[in-house]
């Protein structure tokens, strides 16, 4: 027996008034009801079940407003068209003027509502100007993506105090400032929501000639597992993001939009050797739609790259081997 969908989300709605409260197990339980009339329990379980997910991820984007960071370009500015599409408001913060002006326009040809804010997000008061700005267009905040990042490439040996710094302030301090900014508000609104911070694969596996980069992308996978524990009571997902290698501008961008301040004197920007960089390379639409997935499923970590298993599975496996009754 058959069941259109908008059937099963009906039953799965009832009696929640906020569907992001209804848990999926509900599914069940009216199947039990349902069976009494004799219909198949498994095919029914499964008909409610595919309708409460389509229902909590549509309802997870649709008229949701999301704040992207990094947003004029690369995988935030994919991010932000993935987002368009499925129904949401997008406000996306970025240094750069020029580029956000021109993201903009590509994204208004999608329609739905999107702002630009030029951003800062080594700046907490820069970044608190942004959650102001997003008041003042939406009112409310749903999705928050901490993605503005940059690369510094070099052995550590020779990496310069300024190289720390000029990493440190965009790649942490800018999760920082967007946590600290849009959290109390999410919280105070009750509503859910989700923050998706982008990390790297370098911050999973420490990596030769991205000491500093995967230094400050460990951190923000650590607080990202830190916040993940500490919100989910409070019914606000947390995800890290962990790409490997996306086909973006990162490294013309790192080194053209770096601080005179923190440009080491007489220090030319270091380009990885080839080899030093491993595995595909991917468009940034494709990572957009792992982060739309990965919010859909509650997922923490969001992975990207299938190489990545095998790279995951030898660092288990090296801590693994830790308890040997040989060597502990
Ligand atoms: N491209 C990759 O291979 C790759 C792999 C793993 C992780 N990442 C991470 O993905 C994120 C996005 O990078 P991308 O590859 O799309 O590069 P990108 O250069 O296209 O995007 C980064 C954006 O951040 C903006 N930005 C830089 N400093 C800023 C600041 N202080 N305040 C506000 N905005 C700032 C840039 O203008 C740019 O638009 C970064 O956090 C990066 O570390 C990228």
């Known amino acids: 027996m058959e069941f259109p969908l908008s059937f099963g989300v009906a039953v799965v709605r009832w009696p929640f008034r906020d569907p992001h409260h209804a848990p999926l197990h509900f599914a069940d339980c009216s199947c039990t009801w349902l069976c009494s009339f004799g219909v198949d329990r498994h095919l029914l379980a499964r008909v409610c079940r595919r309708a409460t997910r389509a229902l909590m991820a549509a309802e997870k984007f649709a008229g949701r407003v999301a704040v992207i960071t990094g947003g004029a370009g690369g995988i935030g500015c994919a991010l932000a068209r993935a987002f368009l599409r499925r129904g949401a408001r997008v406000a996306l913060a970025d240094l750069d003027s020029e580029a956000l002006d021109r993201a903009l326009a590509d994204l208004r040809g999608i329609g739905g509502e ?5 951003t800062d997000v080594t700046s907490r008061e820069s970044t608190r100007q942004l959650a102001e700005e997003v008041r003042r267009h939406f009112g409310a905040v ?63 596996v420490g990596m030769e000639w991205l000491g500093i980069y995967s230094a400050s992308k460990f951190a923000v996978v650590g607080l990202s597992e830190a916040l993940y524990r500490e919100l989910k009571p409070l019914g606000i997902g947390v995800s890290v993001l962990c790409p490997m290698m996306v086909d973006t501008r990162i490294n013309e961008n790192s080194v053209r939009l770096r601080p005179a301040a923190l440009r080491a004197p007489g220090a030319e920007p270091v380009v990885p050797p080839a080899g030093a960089m491993q595995g595909s390379v991917i468009a940034p639409a494709e990572v957009a739609e792992r982060v739309v997935r990965g919010i859909e499923r509650g997922d923490f970590y969001i992975l990207t790259h299938p190489e990545q298993r095998a ?4 660092r ?11 060597l502990w």
Request: hydrophobic residues 50%.
């Open 311 to 314: 790279i995951l599975r030898r």
């Open 114 to 118: 999107v702002v630009g804010v030029v």
């Open 316 to 326: 288990a496996e090296r801590l693994d081997r830790m308890f040997d009754p040989d």
């Open 142 to 204: 749903h999705v928050v993506c901490n993605n503005a990042g940059v690369a510094v490439f070099g052995p550590l040996r020779e990496a310069r105090h300024e190289d720390w710094e000029f990493t440190m302030a965009v790649n942490f301090w800018g999760v920082v400032h967007g946590i600290e900014t849009f959290l109390p508000w999410l919280i105070e609104q009750g509503a859910g929501g989700h923050i998706v911070n982008t990390a790297s694969m370098a911050g999973l």
